[in-house]
C-alpha cells in the first residue's frame, strides 16, 4: 500500500465537553465551521471544519452523563488551516466580534496577535482551549472536497483540522512515535526546530499530523477527551492492541460501541484504546482513540 494509505488514514474529529452548546455554537461557526444540520441541537453539537474534520462538542443539556464533568481543554494545541489570509482575517474579525458580546464576557475567548511572517494567529477559545489559525500549505488540498465531503460541509469557510499538538511528558514524545509506527502503521517525523519533538503522520496524503510536545511536569494523564481516527488495516491494529491488552471500553459511550472481540470491533467497526506504551508495555502517557474501519457509517473519504 501506498504511504497514505497505512497508518491513519483521517484524524476525524476532535470531542471536547463544553458548558453550553449555544456558545459552542457561536464560536465554531465564527471560527468557520458549520453546524451538521443533520443533527438536531438537542443532541451532540458537531460542528465541520473543512470537509472531513468535526469538532464533537457535548454539554450538559444534551448529555446526562457528563452532568458535571464541566468543559474539557484540549492538552496542546489544535491547528485550523483557512486558504487564504482573507480567509482567516474574516475569521478574526467574527472572533473580535463575538469576543466584545456580554454573553462571552465571562469566557475566556481571546485572540493573540497576527503573526505575518508566518500567516498564523493564536486563539485561546471560550473554554480555554489553544487554537492555532494558519494559511495552509499547498498539500492541504488534500483534506478538501476532491478527496470527499460531508453533506452540508460546504458551508465550512476552513479547511480542517491539520494538526494536534499534545503536550507529553519528558523522555516519551519519540517513544510514542514508535508506538505509532509499529501498532498503527503510521509515518513519523521528528519536528522542525524541537530537538524532543515528534510527529505522527496522518489523512490523505499525510496532510495531517499528531505532534508531541515534550513538557516538563506534565502527567500524561487524560481528561476524558477523545479524537476519533480511520485506519486501514482494522484487523490488523486490533489485534496487536489486543496482544498488548490495550484494547478499551469506555463506560461512557456503551450505546455507540463495546468492543472487546475481533469479532465485536468489526460488528461496531469501531474500538477504543487509550494508553499509548513504550516497548516493554509502561505506559507513555494516555490520549482515548476511537478507531474506526473504512466500513463505518460514517467514513467520509471517497473512492473508498
Known amino acids: 500500500m501506498a504511504a497514505q494509505d497505512m497508518g491513519i488514514l483521517l484524524i476525524e474529529h476532535l470531542n471536547l465537553n463544553v458548558s453550553s452548546t449555544e456558545?459552542?455554537?457561536?464560536?465554531?461557526?465564527?471560527?468557520?465551521?458549520?453546524?451538521?444540520?443533520?443533527?438536531?441541537?438537542?443532541?451532540?453539537?458537531?460542528?465541520?471544519?473543512?470537509?472531513?474534520?468535526?469538532?464533537?462538542?457535548?454539554?450538559?443539556?444534551?448529555?446526562?452523563?457528563?452532568?458535571?464533568?464541566?468543559?474539557?481543554?484540549?492538552?496542546?494545541?489544535?491547528?485550523?488551516?483557512?486558504?487564504?489570509?482573507?480567509?482567516?482575517?474574516?475569521?478574526?474579525?467574527?472572533?473580535?466580534?463575538?469576543?466584545?458580546?456580554?454573553?462571552?464576557?465571562?469566557?475566556?475567548?481571546?485572540?493573540?496577535?497576527?503573526?505575518?511572517?508566518?500567516?498564523?494567529?493564536?486563539?485561546?477559545?471560550?473554554?480555554?482551549?489553544?487554537?492555532?489559525?494558519?494559511?495552509a500549505p499547498a498539500k492541504l488540498d488534500a483534506l478538501g472536497p476532491r478527496c470527499g465531503a460531508r453533506p452540508g460541509s460546504e458551508k465550512s469557510r476552513c479547511l480542517g483540522m491539520d494538526a494536534l499538538t499534545l503536550e507529553v511528558p519528558v523522555g516519551t514524545a519519540?517513544?510514542?512515535?514508535?508506538?505509532?509506527?509499529?501498532?498503527?502503521?503510521?509515518?513519523?517525523?521528528?519536528?522542525?526546530?524541537?530537538?524532543?519533538?515528534?510527529?505522527?503522520?496522518?489523512?490523505?496524503?499525510?496532510?495531517?499530523?499528531?505532534?508531541?510536545?515534550?513538557?516538563?511536569?506534565?502527567?500524561?494523564?487524560?481528561?476524558g477527551e477523545h479524537m476519533a481516527i480511520y485506519v486501514n488495516d482494522f484487523e490488523g491494529c486490533f489485534q496487536r492492541l489486543l496482544e498488548r491488552g490495550l484494547v478499551w471500553v469506555n463506560p461512557r459511550f456503551v450505546h455507540l460501541d463495546k468492543s472487546t472481540t475481533l469479532e465485536e470491533a468489526l460488528h461496531y467497526s469501531c474500538f477504543r484504546f487509550k494508553d499509548v506504551v513504550d516497548e516493554t508495555g509502561s505506559k507513555l502517557f494516555e490520549l482515548e482513540h476511537e478507531v474506526r474501519s473504512t466500513s463505518h457509517k460514517s467514513w467520509p473519504l471517497a473512492g473508498a
Not at 464541566?70 to 492538552?75: D, N, V, Y
Not at 524541537?194 to 496522518?202: E, N, S
Not at 496532510?207 to 515534550?214: C, D, I, K, V, Y
Request: negative net charge; aromatic residues 8%; proline residues 4%.
Open 174 to 223: 519519540k517513544k510514542a512515535a514508535l508506538f505509532y509506527k509499529e501498532v498503527l502503521g503510521c509515518a513519523v517525523r521528528d519536528v522542525d526546530g524541537c530537538a524532543d519533538g515528534c510527529a505522527v503522520l496522518a489523512g490523505p496524503g499525510l496532510a495531517q499530523e499528531l505532534r508531541f510536545q515534550e513538557v516538563e511536569g506534565c502527567s500524561g494523564k487524560e481528561v
Open 23 to 135: 456558545i459552542a455554537v457561536e464560536f465554531y461557526e465564527a471560527l468557520g465551521c458549520c453546524r451538521d444540520e443533520r443533527r438536531p441541537l438537542t443532541k451532540t453539537l458537531h460542528s465541520n471544519c473543512g470537509a472531513l474534520t468535526q469538532f464533537h462538542t457535548p454539554s450538559p443539556e444534551n448529555e446526562a452523563y457528563i452532568a458535571d464533568a464541566g468543559p474539557q481543554r484540549w492538552r496542546g494545541t489544535i491547528h485550523v488551516a483557512y486558504d487564504s489570509p482573507a480567509m482567516l482575517e474574516a475569521a478574526a474579525q467574527r472572533l473580535r466580534t463575538l469576543q466584545a458580546e456580554e454573553r462571552f464576557a465571562s469566557t475566556d475567548l481571546t485572540l493573540g496577535e497576527w503573526q505575518e511572517d508566518l500567516q498564523e494567529l493564536s486563539v485561546l477559545g471560550p473554554y480555554g482551549n489553544r487554537f492555532l489559525l494558519h494559511v
